[in-house]
């Protein structure tokens, strides 16, 4: 009898487990695009975002800007990065085809994903100068670079 109780208490615990939905699929159903406020336009990252969360493959964006700097970075799910390198010279393609005035760097390393996010974040809570973001983006491009 106590075998039972036990095996059907794994078996209702496996099936709260099996019926766990996590939020990845929520995210790229609808994505979280913020258009940042600051000093500086960044009506061209928010377009860049535009652009590239309407892709299937991508599952999330974050994009700063200056006047002539455009930073990119995408996050890849886990069962598409075989073809990472396919898709980042891709992507870097369109996105110079689509702003041409630009220097467009666009990367899928995590670190810099991190660290673009956290400029997004200082950008929209406006506690960032327009030369800080220029010295920040230089920085993130010049670590992505090192990185590859």
Same mark, same amino acid.
């Given at each position: 009898?106590?075998?039972?109780?036990?095996?059907?208490?794994?078996?209702?615990?496996?099936?709260?487990?099996?019926?766990?939905?996590?939020?990845?699929?929520?995210?790229?159903?609808?994505?979280?695009?913020?258009?940042?406020?600051?000093?500086?336009?960044?009506?061209?990252?928010?377009?860049?975002?535009?652009?590239?969360?309407?892709?299937?493959?991508?599952?999330?964006?974050?994009?700063?800007?200056?006047?002539?700097?455009?930073?990119?970075?995408?996050?890849?799910?886990?069962?598409?990065?075989?073809?990472?390198?396919? @898709?980042?010279? =891709?992507?870097?393609? %369109?996105?110079? #085809?689509?702003?041409?005035?630009?220097?467009?760097? /666009? &990367?899928?390393? !995590?670190?810099?994903?991190?660290?673009?996010?956290?400029?997004?974040?200082?950008? @929209?809570?406006? =506690?960032?100068?327009? %030369?800080?973001? #220029?010295?920040?983006?230089?920085?993130?491009?010049? /670590? &992505?670079?090192? !990185?590859?």
């Amino acid at each position: 009898m106590r075998y039972k109780k036990i095996t059907l208490l794994l078996l209702f615990m496996m099936f709260l487990v099996g019926c766990h939905h996590t939020n990845e699929s929520s995210n790229s159903e609808n994505p979280n695009i913020q258009h940042l406020s600051t000093n500086s336009s960044q009506d061209t990252a928010a377009q860049a975002k535009e652009f590239l969360m309407g892709q299937d493959d991508i599952k999330a964006v974050h994009a700063v800007n200056t006047k002539d700097t455009l930073l990119v970075t995408i996050e890849i799910p886990h069962h598409e990065r075989f073809s990472l390198q396919d @898709k980042k010279e =891709t992507y870097q393609k %369109e996105l110079k #085809k689509i702003f041409p005035d630009f220097t467009v760097e /666009l &990367s899928t390393d !995590q670190k810099i994903v991190l660290e673009t996010s956290k400029l997004e974040e200082k950008m @929209k809570n406006q =506690t960032i100068t327009e %030369e800080e973001i #220029k010295k920040r983006i230089e920085k993130i491009i010049q /670590l &992505s670079k090192e !990185q590859t």
